[in-house]
């Protein structure tokens, strides 16, 4: 898991990210890692606009208990129609967005994990194991300190 984290910081911080199968492959790992930890806590948390070609808020990384069908909720990391009207509708999983997209999605994940450690530690389960995994995460993808 260490290498994957490390590829997303790396690309995070590229002046343009290069999305190649190794980053899917990262995302998917990173995917996986929240799905886990997510339903442990249940603590919600929205992160930076993701759009593109400036229509940055209409969608954006959201970790909650997504419906994915009618009636199949799931906890973890997706990105989100952010519309007034939309209820956080999932539209993709971080890693099934586009390409022009996955870049605004990548350097997006550290202030997404920060905002998330952040709501974990007030809702008091910064302790727990699955916080301090949470920390962890943020502090491998090079999440601000003040998050």
Do not use: S
Not at 22 to 42: G, H, N, S, V
Not at 53 to 72: F, K, S
Not at 84 to 105: C, D, T
Request: net charge negative.
């Amino acid at each position: 898991m260490q290498q994957h984290l490390d590829h997303i910081a790396k690309q995070a911080r590229a002046e343009r990210v290069a999305v190649t199968p190794e980053l899917d492959a990262a995302l998917a790992a990173l995917d996986e890692a929240i799905e886990t930890i997510a339903p442990e806590l249940e603590v919600e948390a929205y992160g930076p606009g993701v759009g593109v070609e400036g229509e940055q808020d209409v969608y954006r990384l959201v970790i909650r208990n997504h419906e994915w069908n009618a009636g199949d909720f799931r906890w973890g990391l997706k990105v989100c129609d952010a519309l007034p009207n939309a209820g956080w509708r999932v539209a993709w999983p971080i890693q099934g967005v586009a390409r022009l997209r996955k870049g605004e999605v990548v350097r997006g994940l550290p202030a997404m994990l920060g905002e998330w450690r952040r709501a974990v530690a007030e809702a008091g389960l910064a302790e727990t194991p699955a916080g301090r995994r949470v920390a962890e995460l943020a502090a491998a993808l090079g999440a601000p300190a003040d998050a």
